[in-house]
């Protein structure tokens, strides 16, 4: 599998059929019975938080993607799972499927006022993360959460896992079932950080960092347990959704036993 090489100093490769996905979102979640929250408006695009919530759960399980505008995989992978409609039996399930709509209106990584969403958690001032982290209070904690995002500069598949407690990883697992769709970045360093063939385990420092991203907010607030996972995106679109759709169906197995 070889790499397009059509990013040159930032992502340029596909965009994403805005109206279309997040109709197709909306109309999967209503078909399989989710809950549709709009708890924002991004431009002429809502904010979006699809809610599934069962009779005597087990787990709670938080998902989001879409908080940068040119990585158009996450949002295809959620898609993907909702019109599938195979998730756990016993678990609630929160996902946000686009928190940065007026970002993939240009196919840019910021929002419309040039802002990186996933650097405001600490100090919000842009209305998408004010209003998401006002959504978040008001959600109860979660016992995993996984963010999509992609890399336009990676080599390959990678993951950050935050786990300050120890409890049973998932990292392995999901970097062995992408790999069987997606190479993996099996650089020792990744964007500056220690990583293990394709794994990235962070010493957690909040308290230096002026720009939390959102992974570091809910492992403050909202869990103990999290997984940000990076499809490389100098590689085929499908790929990369493939890799995402199965790092998920790793996390939503594990939460079926």
Same mark, same amino acid.
């Given at each position: 599998?070889?790499?397009?090489?059509?990013?040159?100093? /930032?992502?340029?490769?596909?965009?994403? #059929?805005? @109206?279309?996905?997040?109709?197709? =979102?909306?109309?999967?979640?209503?078909?399989?019975?989710?809950?549709?929250? /709009?708890?924002?408006?991004?431009?002429?695009?809502?904010?979006?938080?699809?809610?599934?919530?069962? &009779?005597?759960?087990? !787990?709670?399980?938080?998902?989001? *993607?879409?908080?940068?505008?040119?990585?158009?995989?996450?949002?295809?992978?959620? +898609?993907?799972?909702?019109? @599938?409609?195979?998730?756990?039996?016993?678990?609630?399930?929160?996902?946000?499927?686009?928190?940065?709509?007026?970002?993939?209106?240009?196919?840019?990584?910021?929002?419309?006022?040039?802002?990186?969403?996933?650097?405001?958690?600490?100090?919000?001032?842009?209305?998408?993360?004010?209003? $998401?982290?006002?959504?978040?209070?008001?959600?109860?904690?979660? #016992?995993?959460?996984?963010?999509?995002?992609?890399?336009?500069?990676?080599?390959?598949?990678?993951?950050?896992? +935050?786990?300050?407690? $120890?409890?049973?990883?998932?990292?392995?697992? =999901?970097?062995?079932?992408?790999?069987?769709?997606?190479?993996?970045?099996?650089? @020792?360093?990744?964007?500056?950080? #220690? &990583?293990?063939?394709? =794994?990235?385990?962070?010493?957690?420092?909040?308290?230096?960092?002026? #720009?939390?991203?959102?992974?570091?907010?809910?492992?403050?607030? /909202?869990?103990?347990?999290?997984?940000?996972?990076?499809?490389?995106?100098?590689?085929?679109? !499908? *790929?990369?959704?493939?890799?995402?759709?199965?790092?998920?169906?790793?996390?939503?197995?594990?939460?079926?036993?």
């Amino acid at each position: 599998m070889q790499r397009l090489g059509k990013n040159i100093g /930032k992502y340029l490769g596909e965009g994403l #059929d805005l @109206e279309r996905v997040l109709r197709d =979102i909306e109309i999967a979640a209503q078909t399989h019975g989710w809950q549709i929250e /709009k708890f924002h408006a991004s431009g002429n695009h809502p904010l979006l938080a699809l809610t599934r919530r069962v &009779a005597n759960p087990k !787990k709670r399980l938080y998902i989001s *993607t879409g908080i940068h505008g040119d990585e158009p995989a996450g949002p295809l992978a959620v +898609l993907q799972l909702l019109q @599938e409609n195979r998730w756990p039996a016993d678990v609630d399930i929160w996902l946000c499927p686009c928190l940065n709509p007026a970002g993939f209106t240009r196919n840019a990584r910021e929002n419309a006022n040039g802002v990186d969403l996933n650097r405001q958690y600490l100090n919000p001032t842009a209305e998408e993360t004010r209003a $998401h982290i006002n959504w978040l209070e008001r959600q109860p904690s979660f #016992d995993l959460c996984v963010c999509l995002h992609e890399d336009w500069e990676s080599q390959g598949f990678y993951l950050y896992e +935050l786990n300050p407690d $120890h409890q049973p990883s998932l990292a392995q697992r =999901i970097i062995d079932r992408v790999a069987e769709i997606c190479p993996i970045d099996l650089s @020792e360093m990744i964007e500056g950080r #220690d &990583a293990v063939r394709g =794994i990235i385990s962070p010493i957690i420092t909040p308290q230096t960092r002026p #720009d939390w991203p959102e992974a570091l907010y809910l492992l403050m607030y /909202k869990t103990r347990l999290s997984y940000t996972v990076e499809a490389p995106s100098d590689y085929e679109l !499908k *790929t990369r959704v493939a890799a995402e759709v199965a790092a998920l169906r790793v996390v939503l197995e594990s939460l079926e036993k």
